[in-house]
């Protein structure tokens, strides 16, 4: 299927935080039952060895995503450090529901970071899940670029396709945000109000789930954008699909600077 860039809510600006906070709360909740990046793991343990990175500056945090499993399943795979979440919109209530395990410092930079230019004091290994897809190709590029040009290395990673298959996943979206918000952390009044009051985060989330499916990059949309990144032939990029516990593949784009030394 043809990438397109429809409208997302959660792109927004003027998006009311209690709905934007809502939405990526619940993504959160959702990756993490569904351990949709528990293949990950050893992909960015491997680069992060490679690399002899300790900190990571996840990029487009949101609600934390997949950062509770992700920080014992890189434990399991013998890697630990510090975190630092970033968002353009921070959440910053979320870092406290990821309760790291004992080797790991997490904490959410409290200000905006747009993942296009990080701030250069934000120096760890350069990670983002679930919202590559923001970006389109020119934007893609400037994040890619802008690790690039301070030769930091970067992760991205997505579990969503523009597929049938992952288009049919989503669509129970409004019922199971309907079952499940009261148990979503950090629980706030607000997200109940708007989903059993006036339902508008099933709503919400079921578009910009829909809309995420049709803008994901291809393995080959991928490759490409990388070729048109000014240096990165400087860098060592493993682009491809890796198989976990659930029925999709995630797409992954790993890029570590070359040694020159
Ligand atoms: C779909 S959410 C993904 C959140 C989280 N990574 C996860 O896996 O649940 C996308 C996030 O990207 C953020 N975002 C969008 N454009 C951004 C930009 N230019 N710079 C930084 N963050 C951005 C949004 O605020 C939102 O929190």
Redesign the pocket.
């Known amino acids: 299927m043809a990438r397109r860039h429809l409208f997302e809510w ?2 927004q600006p003027w998006l009311p935080v209690a709905l ?1 906070d809502g939405a ?1 709360d619940y ?2 909740f959702m ?1 993490e039952l569904g351990d949709a990046y528990g293949a990950a793991s050893p992909i960015l343990a491997d680069a992060m060895r490679r690399s002899r990175a300790t900190r990571i500056t996840d ?8 950062w509770r499993r992700l920080t014992r399943g890189l434990e399991r795979n013998g890697v630990a450090g510090d975190l630092v979440l ?4 921070p ?1 910053l209530r979320a870092a406290a529901a990821l309760e790291p395990p004992l080797r790991w410092r997490v904490a959410y930079h409290p200000e905006s ?4 230019a990080v701030p250069a004091e934000l120096a760890g290994f350069r990670t ?4 590559f897809h ?2 389109a190709p020119a934007d893609a590029r400037k994040v890619l670029a802008d690790a690039v040009a301070a030769r930091i290395p970067i992760g991205v990673f997505e579990a969503t396709r523009s597929d049938a298959s992952a288009i049919l996943a989503i669509l129970p979206i409004p019922f199971l945000v309907l079952l499940t918000m009261p148990f979503v952390r950090p629980f706030r009044w607000s997200s109940i109000a708007l989903t059993y009051l006036l339902p508008l985060l099933p709503l919400l989330v079921l578009w ?1 789930g829909f809309v ?1 499916c049709l803008r994901t990059y291809t393995v080959a949309e991928l490759r490409a954008l990388v070729a048109e990144v000014p240096g990165s032939d400087g860098y060592t990029w493993d682009i491809g699909e890796a198989k976990g516990k659930g029925p999709l593949p995630l797409t992954y784009l790993v890029g570590v600077p070359k040694l020159t030394a």
Do not use: K
């Open positions: 959660e792109d934007r990526t993504l959160r990756i990029l487009c945090s949101g609600g934390g995503g997949p970033t968002d353009r919109f959440n970071v747009d993942a296009r983002m899940f679930s919202a923001h970006f910009d995420s």
